[in-house]
């Protein structure tokens, strides 16, 4: 599945789900263009992976079950990022190159499109067939509500996420994992009969991504010689580094194996492919990172990114 096609499916969406007013114009400048669409790309490869008959079937109806759950998952990920950026949260001012939603239109405006996109993503849930479909918004809910993504938030925006490195792997399960669990382990629920086995390696093999996901990106963001005091405040490699470097490398070796269990042929070479551009942006900065942890090699994260992306 092509990002144009993920694209045109949210189009298709959008359209029937917003009112004909200006507003609408807000909803489509915050999801469009995507940016790498990550989480609506594992929810088709996964169901490619574990039934390629129903992937044929589905990957060109809007309207079928898989269609309908990754541009959910997108949507509920773009109200997070419109809510993320405003003056109340993190205050920032540019999103995928372009101003955040509040900054273009104003604070209130970009509030209620991310309630809007929130609804939105409920509402496609809503429209699904299947005997499983009641067991994925559940999930959904369950996953992304007050126990869950929303949960995350609230240590991030409190503080308590850098009282210790636990706090902040807990923060990074519920912000960050609990979205990428949701649209593997939901596409999972939509794409076969109930398989308890497979869904609770499914569940683990999720989780490890999401939490990996955000621990490689905070790396990342130590590749500016001068940081920003919110980074300076919130990044755990600066803070407990060698036992996130610990935590790091015996994730992604978890993950490693867990995957090469799994065998997910397409799903693992999306992920590959997020590996190798998040290598692509650590390796030239490598000096630089290295600085900011008081000269401490992270060679042996590099070489479990490169043995992954290869």
């Known amino acids: 599945m092509n990002s ?19 507003s609408s114009e807000i909803y489509t400048y915050a999801t469009l263009p995507g940016g790498k669409l990550f989480r609506p790309h594992l929810v088709w490869s996964i169901l490619k992976d574990l039934n390629p008959a129903l992937y044929e079937k589905s990957k060109n109806d809007v309207h079928s079950a898989h269609s309908l759950l990754a541009t959910a998952v997108e949507f509920h990920h773009s109200y997070t990022l419109i809510h ?4 109340s949260m993190d205050d920032d001012t540019e999103r995928r190159g372009k101003p955040c939603t509040h900054i273009a239109y104003g604070e209130w405006q970009a509030l209620l499109a991310g309630d809007g996109l929130l609804n939105m993503s409920y509402q496609l849930l809503s429209k699904m067939k299947g005997h499983r479909t009641l067991e994925l918004m559940r999930f959904f809910s369950w996953a992304l509500g007050p126990k869950g993504l929303i949960h995350g938030q609230v240590l991030d925006l409190s503080h308590e996420m850098t009282k210790s490195l636990e706090n902040t792997l807990r923060t990074h399960e519920l912000k960050t994992a609990r979205l990428i ?8 629920i939509l794409a076969s009969e109930k398989n308890s086995q497979l869904e609770k390696k499914l569940w683990k093999y999720s989780r490890l991504l999401g939490i990996n996901f955000q621990l490689i990106d905070d790396l990342s963001e130590l590749s500016e010689a001068v940081l920003s005091d919110h980074e300076k405040e919130v990044n755990p490699w600066l803070h407990h580094p060698e036992k996130t470097f610990e935590v790091t490398v015996n994730a992604l070796a978890t993950f490693d194996q867990l995957s090469a269990e799994l065998n997910l042929t397409g799903t693992n070479a999306i992920i590959k492919d997020y590996y190798g551009k998040m290598l692509s942006l650590i390796t030239p900065n490598q000096s630089v990172i290295e600085n900011h942890l008081n000269k401490q090699s992270i060679l042996p994260v590099m070489l479990l990114l490169k043995s992954f992306s290869e």
Do not use: F, W, Y
């Open 4 to 22: 144009s096609h993920i694209e045109q499916t949210m189009r298709h969406h959008l359209a029937r789900l917003l009112p004909n007013h200006l």
């Open 84 to 87: 993320d950026d405003l003056p």
């Open 181 to 188: 669990q949701v649209a593997i382990l939901g596409s999972a």
